[in-house]
């Protein structure tokens, strides 16, 4: 049913190659990303979550 419509618009062929370049375009980044990160601040965004706070406002 859908193929239909689709079928119907001009040029529909470039979305699903222009999807999967994003995807991997977004990835990449995000792999180089975490390797050129600094390690200590890494651990300490890891540690957040386990910290207790004394003032939950802060």
Same mark, same amino acid.
């Given at each position: 049913m859908f193929r239909q419509y689709l079928d119907k618009i001009a040029?529909?062929?470039?979305? +699903?190659? @222009?999807? &999967?370049?994003?995807f991997f375009? @977004? @990835?990449? !980044? &995000?792999?180089v990303y975490v390797t050129k990160a600094d390690k200590k601040e890494m651990d300490h965004h890891s540690q957040l979550p386990l910290q207790? =706070?004394?003032? +939950? =406002? !802060?």
């Open positions: 040029g529909v062929g470039i979305y +699903p190659m @222009f999807s &999967l370049i994003v375009l @977004f @990835f990449i !980044t &995000l792999i207790s =706070n004394e003032d +939950p =406002n !802060t």
